[in-house]
């Protein structure tokens, strides 16, 4: 799949964005309905902190954990991101869900501990091993679209 102009729907982006606002004082139940709105998500959005040939996907190292990978709900949020470090649009990466809960899966070996959603907006993070269990909240990929192509 040719994911190079592709975005999830933005009605999504902002239900994610609404469940997240609504958890506030629910704690765990209310971060799981944010990873389940997540997991709704077709596409999953990485700043490539390596090459082209050799992705690196940007993560943040917090005290005494191993590395958590920052994956972002859309375009434009891994875009900020990448230009808060430094980089330019063309270092976003999406993957279809599934593919990137199993890519993320196989970091684990890797030391990779967990995963942070929208860093800069939502902030809230999820051990490594809970990425198999967000299988069961996957939808079909029909529901992504297309982006806009941006204009020079």
Request: hydrophobic share 40%; proline share 9%; net charge negative.
């Amino acid at each position: 799949m040719d994911t190079e102009n592709l975005d999830n729907a933005p009605v999504l982006v902002t239900e994610l964005d609404r469940i997240h606002a609504a958890s506030g004082e629910a704690g765990q139940d209310g971060q799981i309905a944010v990873w389940q709105a997540a997991s709704r998500l077709g596409l999953w959005f990485f700043v490539n902190r390596g090459t082209p040939d050799s992705p690196t996907p940007y993560a943040v190292q917090p005290p005494g954990m191993g590395p958590v990978i920052c994956i972002y709900s859309c375009r434009d949020r891994a875009r900020e991101a990448a230009t808060q470090l430094g980089q330019d649009a063309s270092v976003v990466l999406p993957l279809p869900t599934p593919r990137a809960i199993d890519y993320l899966e196989s970091l684990a070996p890797h030391g990779v501990a967990g995963v942070v959603l929208d860093k800069e907006n939502i902030g809230i993070w999820s051990p490594l091993g809970n990425l198999s269990r967000m299988r069961e909240w996957l939808v079909p990929q029909t529901i992504i679209g297309r982006a806009p192509r941006e204009e020079n």
